[in-house]
């Protein structure tokens, strides 16, 4: 059974490390520089109230990690908690873990928020299932952004 706590400062380089691998990934449209990765860690340990690190834990070793974004869905009229990373080690799939992780923030966030959201690519069957599995549902209009860099 997996353990989930608060991202702490010590969990930086381990973190740091999958933020590498998830970002590196097709998961990410675009490069995401270091300096980035470190001020979203940064961010996690801090006492900021919009991003919440949590790490995963197995048999004593971080499994994954995930960040949590607060904010306000308005066609709920309340908090709404975007999943916007969600990673487990390699070696550590297919045991649960993000299963586990989704019941655990189920639980820890229902009196707090209407709803949970999250992204996923289509070709991450993996995940896409395990979502589905969960209880999220498939959206069907097109999420778009602009940057202002």
């Known amino acids: ?27 990410v449209s675009h490069d995401v520089p270091e300096e980035t990765l470190r001020r979203n860690v940064e961010v996690c340990v801090s006492d900021n109230p919009l991003l919440e690190g949590v790490v995963f834990w ?10 949590l974004v607060h904010s306000f869905a308005t066609e709920f009229g309340g908090v709404c908690i975007w999943l916007e990373d969600i990673y487990v080690k390699q070696e550590y799939r297919g045991h649960g873990i993000g299963t586990q992780f989704l019941a655990y923030a189920k639980e820890q966030y229902r009196e707090k928020a209407m709803l949970l959201k ?4 289509r070709s991450n069957i993996e995940a896409v299932g395990v979502y589905k599995k969960c209880g999220f549902e498939e959206l069907t209009y097109i999420e778009m952004i602009k940057t202002f860099c």
């Open 1 to 27: 059974m997996a353990e989930f706590r608060k991202m702490r400062t010590e969990d930086t380089p381990a973190v740091l490390e999958m933020m590498r691998i998830f970002y590196g990934s097709p998961a």
């Open 58 to 67: 197995e048999q004593g070793n971080i499994a994954g990690y995930a960040m």
């Open 118 to 121: 999250l992204e996923v690519e």
